[in-house]
């Protein structure tokens, strides 16, 4: 009985050092693996900051494009169209050709405003 009792502790305490040895590989992987993930991480974060300035740059490239297309296009107007010139000198420039009379229009000015002014006083 005794021998029996021996082997059994024998078995035990080989099975506790197998699960101690599983949970020591187990956190040794999950360490590796910690690791390797600490050093992915910051150049992925920077990788997707870049492309977030990147795409907000190519939107400013895009509406510099687009301004000056139509500033490129109001001189070729204006340097080629008699009409165009004429309609933006009365518009902007307030010219008028002789003997001709305008009337502007201004718009009404919401009420909003002067109820504001009144409430701050």
């Known amino acids: ?3 029996t009792y021996g082997n059994f502790r024998a078995r035990r305490e080989a099975t506790v050092w197998q699960r101690l040895n599983r949970i020591l590989r187990v956190l040794l992987v999950l360490a590796v693996w910690l690791v390797i993930v600490s050093l ?4 992925y974060k920077r990788l997707v900051q870049s492309r977030a300035e990147i795409d907000n740059l190519q939107e400013q490239v895009n509406e510099q494009q687009t301004l000056l297309s139509r500033q490129t296009r109001e001189v070729n107007m204006l340097k080629t169209d008699a009409t165009y010139l004429e309609t933006i000198a009365r518009d ?3 010219l008028m050709k002789e003997g001709e009379t305008i009337f502007r229009l201004e718009p009404a000015r919401a009420p909003k405003a002067k109820a504001a002014n009144s409430a701050r006083r």
Do not use: K
Request: proline share 20%.
């Open 40 to 43: 992915f991480v910051p150049p």
């Open 92 to 94: 902007r420039l307030d």
């Open 1 to 3: 009985m005794d021998q």
